[in-house]
């Protein structure tokens, strides 16, 4: 199986192909990815070189003149370093354009505390109206760049890990896809989380939704699951369609597992079920440096994210 990367650089290059507007814009890291198509395109594939806070700018710049920018390198590079550029170049100017991040929270740990941005999508949450896609398999980086890629002038950051779930699921941008349903609570597994969370909720009578786009947070789809659940409303259908599903039943429980820092996105739940009782658990990278760098999977099991660390964590919060 080719990696997340791997797919990136193939996909964008054909997109380059086919759409005069596309450009690419990147720091030296992934380059080599690109080599065809910069012969192919060398006005639409540009390498600033180690200059993260150009890289933005530049993008910003080509967004202004009615391209649409896709700039990619690692996420502390993408986000964290240059975010200033992120805020004035996109924001300030309503520019839009596609951030693409690698190396993520863990990826390359032997790279250190330099290339881990855990934080990324609570710094990105600053922010108004951007759309945040969290892929768990190469497919489904595939589907979301393309979605990215022709989102007119959205603003959208793309999160590709080297860490990835065995198969793809058969996702639809923006929306949470349920994987298995139960009645005593729901856990939410972001992206590449999915594996670990099944793994880890093995007879556990819970419901499991995906999710691959966190930002716009896909309220709807958690409220019918919730409602369902909790016996409220009318039930999975019924609060789908209404768009509600509020009740008087008993308190929802909620678990959202993210490959980031634990807690983003717990004030997207606490918002989404603001009306009814509820609870929720917020579980996945925690401020504390873990300076021991290892393996993905050494540093997941450090983190508290392997399957038998997150049932522990998972059933804990259940039975209270």
């Keep these: 199986m080719d990696t997340m990367r791997e797919r990136f650089a193939a996909i964008v290059s054909r997109l380059l192909d086919e759409d005069p507007r596309l450009a690419v814009v990147l720091a030296e890291i992934g380059k080599d990815g690109f080599a065809d198509a910069a012969r192919a395109h060398p006005d639409r594939v540009i390498n600033v070189g180690i200059r993260e806070q150009l890289l933005v700018g530049v993008g910003g710049g080509l967004a202004l003149t009615g391209m649409r920018p896709i700039l990619h390198t690692f996420a502390s590079f993408l986000i964290e370093r ?3 550029q992120v805020k004035l170049d996109f924001g300030h100017q309503g520019m839009g354009g596609v951030l693409v991040s690698a190396a993520g929270s863990y990826d390359w740990p032997a790279g250190g505390y330099t290339h881990m941005a855990p934080g990324d999508v609570a710094l990105l949450d600053t922010l108004d109206g951007w759309t945040v896609h969290v892929p768990g398999h ?8 393309r979605d990215a890629a022709a989102a007119g002038d959205d603003s959208v950051y793309v ?7 065995s198969a793809p699921r058969d996702i639809a941008p923006g929306r949470f896809l349920t994987v298995r349903e139960g009645r005593d609570g729901v856990v939410i597994a972001v992206g590449p989380m999915l594996d670990n969370v099944l793994a880890a909720v093995e007879g556990l009578d819970v419901t499991v939704l995906y999710a691959t786009t966190v930002r716009p947070f896909d309220e709807r789809t958690l409220r019918a699951a919730t409602a369902a659940g909790a016996g409220a409303g009318t039930g999975a259908a ?14 929802a429980d909620v678990v959202i597992v993210e490959p ?10 606490n918002d989404t079920l603001a009306d009814r009782p509820h ?5 996945g990278i925690p401020r504390r440096e873990l300076r021991r760098y290892g393996t993905i999977d050494e540093h997941l099991a450090g983190q508290g994210l392997d399957p038998a ?11 209270r």
């Design 279 to 283: 609870r929720v658990l917020g579980l």
């Design 238 to 251: 019924g609060a789908g369609a209404a768009g509600t599903g509020a009740g008087t039943g008993a308190a």
């Design 159 to 165: 999160r590709l890990s080297a860490h990835a779930n």
């Design 260 to 269: 980031y820092l634990a807690g983003t996105s717990t004030g997207a739940v």
């Design 138 to 145: 190469p497919d489904e980086a595939e589907t979301l760049l």
């Design 82 to 84: 240059p975010f200033e």
């Design 309 to 319: 660390s997150l049932r522990e964590r998972i059933a804990g919060f259940l039975r």
